[in-house]
């Protein structure tokens, strides 16, 4: 699923610690979750805004409990920026909470000078976890289509600045081919996508103490 | 519980409203994150007596007041189009967006230049006082330039790390040195020359007298900082009135504590003796005046407080410079690679990164040539700073007119023309009174050539922008459309945008 991948890349495959800072990855997990349910087709972006199309429950549970929050406040029509910054709040740890039920990861207590300061949700199988990255960095170098799926990701992987990380030490043509494959996505993807990249981006100026 | 009930019934209360709001900023969080910056103390005992032993101007605390008065007018228009303008506040896009893109550009490089100047001037205050506090204290004998590089390292390594000093550290630093500030004014005043307390000082006859020019820039100086309030605006609780409320209260506070201590420091040597008295004692000045009064503690105390100012005004220079390059990178303004950011931490790296190379190039060339670190250092490139964010202010003011004259956007008179007219020719009157007597401020001779090429430094850096822009519209048509207008509108400039792509661009 493209959150869990989205994850997966977004964190170390041995350590489970972030490799972005901790805006990117809330707002790109968040990104990650409404990409999956624009995938499903649940839910679709028109001029900033989120429209429900699909008000049946996904089959998981989490794209459930996300399309309800949706769904409960459409009439309020909140911008998609809106909504990234809220999602965001839960969306990394909902994400790590499903691949901790599906066996993926374990709980860690993270420690610093002995003392424990948070929970790292740890990779069970460190090639699993690692699979996004290599199969997007080695097909993207090979300037290889990319299907739908890996497509999206390599988006998210964009728009979140993790491109610099998949394609390190990658000529500028390599860069140049992710940038043109991505605009081959569809319009609410793309959509979603560039907020995501504009969001990010703010959250670099408006940083504060 | 079926999702169309959830749907079809009425909510009362906005889950994404409540949660999101709670994590928005209030008034008081806004004039803290501004006032730490602009760290009262680094004023007060630097900037100040320096102001006196240089210009010679005894009317250093009436331009203090005179200054906060004009820029709170400024700051009318100034927030009124922040309300408008989704940006995080970067006065270059104000004017491009209120006076046409070239002067945007233009104003662009004049901030670049005039932040870097505000920041690598003040290593020279740090280097002085840190390396003379340690000669006092503990015997010993460290150059400044030696004390500047320590810190300039430390700014480095935080920068590129972006570790900020905490929130509550610098507010608990803020009270304390406004407490330690007034405390000292209060002394002092207590204990006036003979003579007695007198307000001749503040006399605003000053202000038409003939070298109140130097006085005014050197008041602006140390109000840089204030216009980062609009930054936060969308983060704040109420954009409407928190950024408003947070900038005048940010304005008042800052004035009043300036021009009262500037006046005690004449009050305690006598407003004739005080030039003297200031070029003797340099920035040791206020510490000297209440030594004999509060005892060795409170003398040691103000030291550590104003060299900890002065590292959290460093420190904050150096993230304004690096935000300022990293949103010209990402506009494509200047070239893309200040764009990038650190993965890990967020931090504009690349930005950081060219910020402090300069800063070390100036340090090593200041050291090498043997130049005194307050006056050549600290005082003429701060002041210089100072020019150029006066300039960015005055244009400012100009383009808030420019803006509403088009759309009036539901705003009252008094916020679109107004204020806007009154603060641009108060702020344009200042800004010629400066230019006019530059040599009073460096304290040269007014045939020196440096007295003329501080100033155009700004003129070089406009003209090359403008140039710039030209050669932008030229040849990239596409970025040229959206300077100015941030990453939330700025197609060009985000990889998923719809734009038509373009033959020959280059993103990497």
């Known amino acids: 699923m493209l959150a869990d991948d989205f994850y997966r890349l977004s964190h170390h495959d041995a350590t489970g610690k972030p490799r972005l800072h901790p805006r990117a990855i809330e707002l790109g997990c968040a990104a990650a979750i409404l990409a999956e349910l624009i995938s499903s087709r649940h839910i679709g972006i028109e001029t900033e805004q989120i429209q429900v199309l699909d008000r049946r429950p996904p089959a998981d549970s989490l794209m459930h409990v996300i399309l309800d929050q949706l769904m409960a406040e459409v009439a309020r029509a909140h911008t998609v920026r809106t909504w990234l910054a809220f999602l965001g709040q839960q969306a990394p740890e909902q994400i790590a909470q499903r691949l901790l039920r599906a066996g993926h990861v374990r709980l860690q207590a993270q420690r610093r000078l002995g003392r424990q300061v948070g929970l790292l949700y740890v990779p069970v199988d460190m090639n699993t976890a690692y699979a996004p990255c290599a199969s997007l960095s080695y097909r993207l ?33 390599t860069f140049e081919y992710l940038n043109h494959a991505v605009r081959t996505l569809w319009p609410p993807m793309r959509a979603l996508l560039f907020h995501t990249h504009a969001a990010i981006g703010g959250a670099v100026l408006a940083h504060r103490t | 519980m079926t999702t169309d009930r959830l749907t079809h019934r009425p909510t009362r209360t906005s889950n994404v409203a409540n949660t999101l709001a709670r994590s928005r900023l209030g008034t008081a969080a806004v004039v803290f994150f501004v006032m730490a910056a602009a760290a009262p103390l680094t004023v ?97 004998s460290v150059s400044w330039w030696l004390c500047a590089l320590a810190g300039w390292a430390i700014v480095a390594v935080l920068g590129v790390l972006r570790v900020d000093l905490n929130g509550r550290v610098l507010a608990i630093m ?202 050549h250092l600290f005082f003429w490139i701060t002041v210089t700073g100072g020019l150029g964010v006066l300039i960015l202010m005055t244009l400012t003011s100009a383009a808030v007119i420019g803006f509403f004259a088009g759309d009036r ?45 501080f100033p155009a430094s700004f003129a070089v850096a406009a003209l090359l922008g403008l140039i710039w822009a030209g050669l932008l519209k030229a040849w990239r048509p596409d970025i040229y459309d959206t300077i100015g207008l941030g990453a939330n509108a700025a197609p060009a400039t985000n990889p998923f945008a719809d734009a038509v792509p373009i033959a020959g661009t280059s993103r990497s």
């Open chain 2, 409 to 453: 956007r539901s705003e009252s008179l008094w916020h679109r023309i107004a204020a806007p007219v009154i603060a641009t020719a108060a702020l344009g009157w200042v800004l010629y009174l400066t230019v006019d007597q530059f040599a009073i401020l460096l304290g040269v001779d007014p045939t020196d050539p440096l007295r003329w090429a």
């Open chain 1, 141 to 173: 170098r090979r300037h290889e289509p990319l299907e739908y799926e890996s497509l999206c990701l390599a988006g998210l992987a964009l728009a979140s600045g993790l491109d610099t990380f998949i394609l390190d030490g990658a000529p500028a043509e």
């Open chain 2, 174 to 375: 803020l009270l304390a040195e406004i407490a330690i500030a007034a405390l000292f004014a209060v002394v002092i005043v207590a204990h006036p020359a003979e003579g007695g307390i007198t307000l001749s000082t503040l006399s605003p006859s000053f202000l038409l007298t003939a070298g109140i020019g130097a006085a005014l820039v050197t008041a602006v100086t140390g109000f840089v900082g204030f216009e980062a309030t609009v930054v936060f605006s969308e983060e704040t609780r109420d954009p409407k009135r928190t950024i408003a409320r947070a900038t005048y209260i940010a304005v008042a506070v800052t004035g009043l504590l300036y021009g009262l201590s500037a006046w005690a420091l004449t009050v305690a040597t006598g407003p004739d003796k005080i030039v003297a008295a200031a070029q003797e004692h340099s920035t040791e000045l206020i510490f000297t005046l209440v030594r004999p009064h509060v005892g060795q503690f409170f003398v040691d105390l103000g030291h550590l407080l104003f060299i900890t100012s002065l590292f959290a005004a460093l420190l904050s220079f150096h993230h304004t410079v690096g935000r300022y390059l990293f949103s010209l990178g990402r506009e494509h303004v200047l070239p893309s690679r200040l764009g990038h950011t650190s993965m890990r931490t967020g931090a504009p790296r690349a930005g950081s990164i060219t910020q402090t190379i300069l800063a070390f190039g100036v340090l090593v060339g200041y050291a090498l040539a043997g130049a005194d670190p307050i006056v």
């Open chain 2, 44 to 140: 007060t005992a630097g900037g100040a007596t320096s102001g006196f032993a240089i210009t010679g101007s005894t009317g250093i605390p009436i331009a203090y007041l005179a200054i906060a008065a004009i820029l709170a007018i400024f700051a009318v228009g100034y927030v009124a189009m922040s309300r408008h303008v989704v940006n995080a506040g970067a006065f270059y896009s104000y004017i491009s967006q209120g006076l046409g893109k070239p002067a945007g550009v233009a104003a662009a490089f004049i901030a670049v230049l005039a932040y870097n100047a505000m920041q690598i001037g003040l290593y020279g205050g740090f280097g002085a006082v840190l390396s003379g506090f340690l000669a006092e204290r503990f015997g010993v």
